[in-house]
């Protein structure tokens, strides 16, 4: 299974970095990030909207990139089938445990979520700041709950994938 889009495989990694044709003329992927309620774009149903669980506690993170822009790559080589159709892609990224913006459940806007590790401990209520394995990180665990609630209805949803 290929990980980069037909033009990386082609020309090299660097060959988008700039001018991703995912992105122009007219962009068939979009990327949003919520961290405030307000922030959250509004359903279209122009867009195939993909819901992207970032964990990483406002670190920098490789993992939550290579997510988005795998979205992007296979958005990419999307570009014959989407176009002249109006439908775009857009990869909306939550920062989980910052902000305790958890997505919607499977059934309406997303049937597929994508989701990062981070830093500190597996437990939230041993991220102390202070112990070495929290990592420097300090946080309120109250994220943890609803992100479960949305992993059971995930799973009891035989349309929707969570990798």
Known sequence: MAYLCR???????AFCVT????MEPAPVFVYSRV???????ARDDRF??????????GWPNLGHDSLVHAVMDATCDLIPALQGTGIRV??????????A??????????ALYL??????????RRNDGIAPSAQGVTEDPSW????????????????????
């Open 7 to 13: 033009n990386k495989i082609l020309n090299g990694k």
């Open 101 to 110: 913006l958890i997505p919607e459940p499977p059934g309406g806007r997303f």
């Open 48 to 57: 195939v909207d993909v819901a992207i669980l970032d964990m990483n506690h």
């Open 90 to 99: 857009r990869a909306i990224s939550f920062d989980v445990r910052r902000t």
């Open 115 to 124: 989701g990062t590790g981070g830093p500190g401990h597996l437990d939230p």
């Open 144 to 163: 943890e709950p609803p992100l479960f609630r949305l992993f059971d209805a995930i799973q009891a949803d035989p349309a929707a994938a969570l990798l």
């Open 35 to 41: 961290e405030a309620p307000a922030s959250l774009p």
């Open 19 to 22: 001018d991703c044709p995912s």
